[in-house]
Nanobody, 121 residues
Framework: LQLVESGGGLVQPGGSLRLSCAASGDAWHYYAVGWIRQAPGKGREGVSCISASGSVTKYVDTVKGRFTLSRDTTKNMVYLQIDSLRPEDTAVYYC???????????????WGQGTQVTVSS
């Protein structure tokens, strides 16, 4: 399994970004996919997860209503749409795969290299 994130960048508060996660490997379809972020000087925070089928999503309270996770199983892609960005969203964002539906960073087995999101005016 290999995961590659893209789509990060510098954006002003209130702006939007769409992060992409491209997966390779046959086992992709059996794993839930989550996004975990790590802000400077802070621990990892799982923010969202989508089930293997793509039919169920979950979000932590700090991002509900602003983050939208989707999955295109035909293209082996997962997308994280981030709206109404705030400075506190600044972090490296990782996509990762887990054998269970979770936002607990410790339960993810395979990780991408991360993409930087910076929210600043």
């Amino acid at each position: 399994l290999q995961l590659v994130e893209s789509g990060g960048g510098l954006v002003q508060p209130g702006g939007s970004l769409r992060l992409s996660c491209a997966a390779s490997g046959d086992a992709w379809h059996y794993y839930a996919v989550g996004w975990i972020r790590q802000a400077p000087g802070k621990g990892r925070e799982g923010v969202s997860c989508i089930s293997a089928s793509g039919s169920v999503t979950k979000y932590v309270d700090t991002v509900k209503g602003r983050f939208t996770l989707s999955r295109d199983t035909t293209k082996n892609m997962v997308y994280l749409q981030i709206d109404s960005l705030r400075p506190e969203d600044t972090a490296v964002y990782y996509c990762a795969e887990a054998s269970e539906f979770t936002t607990d960073p410790d339960k993810f087995d395979f990780w991408g290299q991360g993409t930087q999101v910076t929210v600043s005016s």
